[in-house]
């Protein structure tokens, strides 16, 4: 089976971008491309936790929800929520109602103003685990890397919570710490090209 298929434009795409209609919108335009955005990468951050054990194209069609709901992944207001928050949460069928994984998006704000403030930012942090630019497209689907092994025990060991090897790994890949895009896909120049032109924080 080949690794892509045909876009609207008749060019080719990574195959797993036709298998939901958003994908393609999501692919062509989000994945893989670079972000220095803090509020933006604590999203993807959360959003992974909350993927855990379910899709993502069911997270994709509530992003607007949890976005609301955490007032834009800003992690200064969602570090200050408290158990009346969790409850409110709890009873809003637009997201995901899990108390683990809302209780963990909590904790990691608040672990991430502390390692925002440690550190100048959170992307500051985050693009030190940046894979190998030179390393080649992917030929077949990988989970984890050293570099997301590596990031995964740093942020566990600051007591994050959700951000195993394999989550930190899907984090890095939509965020362009990695380009995993394979190497016939007609995005994967718009994104080395993006990522050439990209100024580490």
């Not at 899990?98 to 440690?118: D, F, M, S, T, Y």
């Not at 497209?137 to 060991?157: G, H, N, R």
Request: contains cysteine; proline residues 4%; positive net charge.
């Amino acid at each position: 089976m080949s690794d892509t298929i045909a876009g609207p434009d008749g060019k080719p795409r990574c195959r797993w971008s036709a298998s939901a209609p958003d994908f393609m919108h999501y692919h062509d335009t989000e994945w893989g491309f670079p972000v220095a955005d803090d509020f933006r990468l604590f999203e993807k951050l959360s959003l992974e936790g909350f993927q855990s054990g379910l899709s993502w194209r069911t997270i994709l069609a509530k992003r607007e929800n949890f976005r609301a709901v955490f007032h834009g992944f800003d992690y200064h207001r969602v570090a200050r929520f408290t158990e009346r928050d969790v409850q409110r949460l709890l009873k809003n069928e637009g997201i995901i109602r899990h108390r683990g994984k809302i209780e963990a998006v909590i904790n990691n704000a608040r672990h991430a103003v502390e390692l925002a403030e440690r550190e100048g930012s959170l992307a500051a942090y985050l693009w030190r685990y940046e894979a190998d630019r030179k390393r080649p497209a992917p030929t077949q689907a990988i989970a984890t890397s050293d570099e997301s092994v590596a990031l995964s025990k740093a942020l566990k060991k600051q007591g994050w919570k959700f951000v195993g090897p394999t989550t930190m790994y899907a984090f890095m890949q939509a965020m362009g710490l990695v380009d995993d895009h394979v190497e016939t896909c007609a995005i994967r120049a718009k994104v080395e090209k993006a990522r050439k032109a990209f100024k580490q924080p």
